[in-house]
């Protein structure tokens, strides 16, 4: 009593009384303390009124009394211990009914909700995204499409098939001559079979690509009875066996030369017109993969 007496006497009271004293001497705000400090505004407000049945329980409440006191330059402790007994006289006049644990939250590791809807929106745009591409709608090529081409095992006109280029040359077989081919029919069906493997480019002439990949060997391939004028590219001729109507025709130029813009139409093979007289300077070599480009290199005439 006595000490309450002289506190009476020589300045505020209560903790709260003195905090708000030397607030007020500093010139200082509650919001200001409240962002120093990061202890919510209606606690300090509680604190400096002395209003203590609603704060939260005691090691809370005098944590916060502590960092008020280093804000405003007063004995952290000592003011965190006294407060520690009012508090307590309060609770014995008035016990506290609920209890209500809190520690103050950083706001600086609590995300804005803007940027936690933004991930979620980004999120599920991937997911779809990944179903439509699986699902082939954006190519054209459905399900029933794929399960053809896997059943076939071979390339078709509506679904271009690019087979990966080995990145090891492969160990090609001995060239042997072709033995002369019997004479061919006027027409029917063109088809191109793999006697060793060979990167061919199958076109229309200045139009889109029919097939572009590697026919590995024993592999064939049918040109589209659809196709106006198709046309080959490929850097291994004598990797390719020819047939019309299942009849062999010549071979489609010299060995180990680029051939280019070659005629795949049934009736330029039949007449013996397929065949490159020249080595298919005007084209680029290098449109062909290494390791199906002629052995020898090409030269213009």
């Known amino acids: 009593m006595e000490e309450t007496s002289e506190r009476a006497a020589g300045g505020p009271a209560t903790v709260g009384a003195r905090l708000r004293a030397a607030r007020e001497a500093r010139g200082q705000s509650l919001d200001e303390i409240g962002r120093q400090t990061r202890v919510p505004v209606r606690h300090l407000v509680q604190i400096e009124d002395g209003r203590l049945e ?8 005098a944590g916060f009394v502590k960092a008020y006191a280093r804000a405003v330059d007063l004995d952290p402790v000592a003011l965190s211990q006294e407060f520690r007994v009012e508090l307590a006289e309060a609770t014995t006049i008035s016990p506290r009914i609920v209890y209500e644990p809190y520690e103050p939250a950083d706001p600086v590791r609590l995300p804005p909700r803007l940027l936690a809807i933004v991930a979620a929106a980004i999120a599920i745009l991937l997911v779809l995204g990944y179903g ?18 896997a059943a076939s095992g071979e390339p078709t006109a509506a679904a271009p098939v690019a087979t990966a280029t080995p990145s090891v040359p492969v160990a090609m077989p001995p060239k042997t001559e072709a033995p002369a081919p019997a004479p061919a029919p006027a027409g029917g069906p063109v088809r191109l079979t793999a006697v060793q493997p060979t990167w061919v480019k ?16 024993g592999k064939t391939y049918d040109v589209p009875a659809t196709a106006t004028d198709p046309v080959i590219r490929t850097g291994k001729p004598e990797g390719l066996q020819v047939t019309v109507g299942g009849q062999a025709v010549a071979p489609l130029g010299a060995p180990a030369h680029v051939i280019s813009n070659v005629s795949l139409k049934a009736a330029a093979l039949t007449q013996g ?16 993969p290494p390791a199906f480009r002629p052995d020898t290199p090409s030269t213009n005439p």
């Open 54 to 61: 609603g704060l939260p329980a005691a090691p809370y409440s």
């Open 202 to 217: 199958i076109s229309e002439r200045n139009g889109p690509t029919l097939f572009m990949g590697v026919l590995d060997q």
């Open 273 to 288: 017109g397929a065949m490159a007289t020249t080595p298919a300077g005007a084209g680029n070599s290098a449109a062909v």
């Open 132 to 149: 439509i591409m699986r699902s082939g709608m954006l190519t054209g090529e459905g399900p029933d499409a794929r399960a053809k081409l």
